[in-house]
């Protein structure tokens, strides 16, 4: 007959605990019933002390939730260049005009923002003259309705 040694299951469990700075749902919980059970018989805890505690968790608990949401709709605006450069779409802009085949710098030229996309995380103006530019290599930016008024 093989007997169990005990002290082997004591071994193989962590001894130390990370502290961590997050009170969540748990942690509250295990806080509120430890106090409920330890408390003073013939001094029990007031109904309203019990319910002000659970409102300010449930109010703490709203905004976290609402933190986290504010953060994750900043970090998908922030991830689509699409988004970002959208206000683009009906300006004018000037940009380093440059040729396919050699790299070389060409005159600046202007053309209408139609569309905006994206190719591998980089922002793509669509200009009305069918030329596609990298957001990052306008020069300038400009209303085409204030120009017009100008003649």
Do not use: C
């Amino acid at each position: 007959m093989n007997k169990i040694d005990p002290t082997l299951y004591l071994q193989s469990q962590q001894t130390s605990r990370a502290p961590s700075n997050d009170l969540g749902k748990d942690e509250f919980l295990k806080i509120l019933m430890t106090q409920l059970q330890n408390q003073d018989p013939t001094n029990p805890m007031d109904d309203r002390d019990f319910i002000a505690q659970m409102s300010q968790f449930s109010t703490l608990e709203q905004t976290m939730n609402m933190a986290k949401s504010i953060d994750d709709l900043v970090q998908s605006q922030l991830i689509s260049p699409v988004i970002q450069y959208s206000h683009m779409i009906g300006k004018e802009i000037s940009y380093q005009a440059i040729d396919k085949e050699t790299g070389q710098k060409l005159d600046v030229e202007k053309g209408n923002v139609i569309a905006v996309s994206q190719k591998e995380g980089w922002a793509i103006l669509e200009l009305d003259n069918g030329e596609k530019v990298y957001a990052d290599a306008v020069l300038q930016v400009s209303d085409p309705k204030s120009n017009s008024n100008k003649s």
